[in-house]
Each structure stands twice: as C-alpha cells, then as structure tokens.
C-alpha cells in the first residue's frame, strides 16, 4: 500500500510533524471519539504558564521570564512572550496546600522556548519564573 499523496492549495506551507502518540494498532477498530494519532511540530515549543487570579495585577506581558526543567534545575530556558488567553479557566493543578483555595482560577499565558531548546518534550512541565532570576 501506498501513501497517499497531498496537494497543497497555493500559499500554504508544509510543516515537518512528528507522531507524538498512537492510538491505534493493527486490526483494532477505529473509534470517530478517539483521534488516531496525535502530530506536533517540534521545532518551536511553547509553554503555558497558569497565572494566579490574585497574581495578575502584578503580571505584565512585557516582563521577561525563564523556564527551568523539573529535577534539573542547571537546565535554564529564557522564555519570549507570545500572547494571553484572556478567558480565566478553573485551575487544574492543585499543589494541596491548606490554604489554597479550590475554586482558584487562573489566567493563561503562552511563552515560546528559545528554537532548538534540547532535552524537554512535548507536554512536560516547567518551572517558570517571570519577572526576574
């Protein structure tokens, strides 16, 4: 069997993907609820970076940040900003502290790693810090 072959209308560009998951095999029956297979492009990653709602009065997009891996702390990232998503969302990791509230919503904001930043993947997480070392 052949790839299929894709034309692509004028003015549009290829980006080389990467497969980053499967979810499906050989003789398994493919479900319309599920996607196949998960594609990304890895040659520019972003990170978001869930700003506190009693934080933001003190977040500016102009501030400068940095991205430090996990376990790893040598491994440092300068992060460029990109845009915020204007919309607070409920937060979805809670660290469990006593005096965390439940019902804390956070504002979204997306940082582009530098190009070509070796040894993170997609979907692992950061620790960021904006606004000075």
Do not use: C
């Not at 209308?9 to 003789?27: D, F, M, N, W, Y």
């Not at 940040?65 to 992060?79: I, K």
């Not at 439940?102 to 904006?130: H, K, M, N, T």
């Amino acid at each position: 069997m052949r790839a299929p072959r894709v034309t692509l209308p004028s003015g549009t560009t290829a980006e080389e993907l990467t497969v980053l998951q499967v979810h499906i095999r050989p003789g398994e029956m493919a479900s319309a609820n599920t996607p196949l297979m998960l594609l990304g492009g890895l040659r520019r990653l972003h990170v978001r970076v869930d700003v506190d709602e009693n934080d933001i009065g003190r977040f500016k997009p102009t501030l400068g940040g940095e991205a430090r891996t996990r376990g790893e702390p040598v491994a440092r990232f300068a992060l460029s900003f990109v845009r915020v998503e204007p919309y607070l969302v409920p937060k979805s990791s809670l660290k469990g502290s006593a005096t965390e509230r439940v019902d804390s919503r956070v504002l979204q904001v997306i940082y582009a790693l530098p190009e070509g930043a070796s040894g993170l993947f997609v979907g692992q997480q950061l620790d960021v810090f904006l606004g000075g070392k």
